[in-house]
Every structure is written in C-alpha cells, then in structure tokens.
C-alpha cells in the first residue's frame, strides 16, 4: 500500500480522511498547513498528498505548485467543498493527479487515490 500525507487545515478532515485511508490499507502522516506540508514531503517523499485547497496560510494551489516545484514526479490529489469549475482546472493545470470532494466518503476518496497511484505506476 502507499505512504499518503494527508494536508488538511481542519483536524476533523484529516481524522476522517485518515480513518478511510487507513482501513485501505495505507500508511498516514499529516499536516495541518502548507508549510508543514512542504516540510513533511521533503523529509518523507510520500507517494501519494491529498491536499485541501482551502487553507489559510498557503492554499492548497499555491503548496500544489510548489511541490511540484520541489519535485516534478510528486502526485497530488486535491480536496474541496468548492465546487467551482476554475477551481478544478486549475488544480489540473497545476499538475493534480485527481480530485476528491469534501465532505470525504470513502468510495469517491479510495477511487481517487487508486487512480492517481495506478497512473504513476502505483506505490514506491
């Protein structure tokens, strides 16, 4: 199974979020903000950041392009309760390999993450 980071300003997010990837199977570490997030990646290399867009510090598009900054190969799949269509295309743009609506459940979550595994040639 994969090594995820879970970025999520709310901890209730990231409880729910980890609770699904968990009984998947995966290895779950978080981040409550963009920073650490950053910071998190660089020392772990998770294969896989589900990534709120919504943050106060740095959003989740600004912590999605500097990740790819960081590291071109780095799949990312973002999560929102914004349901606006130029969220969605730039989030693409940006290099998201999937997108998962907030509130969680676990099919949609699983779905999006399996498919931004596959499409990088699964977990390390």
Do not use: C, W
């Not at 090594?3 to 199977?25: F, M, P, Q, W, Y």
């Not at 903000?33 to 910071?39: F, I, N």
């Amino acid at each position: 199974m994969a090594n995820i980071l879970v970025v999520d300003d709310s901890a209730l997010s990231r409880r729910v979020s980890r609770r699904i990837l968990e009984g998947a199977g995966h290895a779950v570490t978080e981040a409550a903000d963009g920073l650490t997030a950053l910071e998190r990646y660089s020392l772990d290399r998770p294969d896989l950041v589900l990534l709120d867009v919504t943050m106060a510090d740095l959003n989740g598009l600004e912590v999605l392009r500097q990740l790819r900054t960081l590291d071109p190969a780095a799949v990312v799949v973002m999560a929102t309760a914004d349901v606006q269509t130029s969220t969605r295309v730039l989030a693409d743009e940006g290099g998201a390999a999937g997108f998962v609506p907030k509130p969680f459940d676990g099919v949609s979550t699983l779905r999006a993450v399996a498919a931004a595994l596959a499409g990088q040639g699964g977990a390390k």
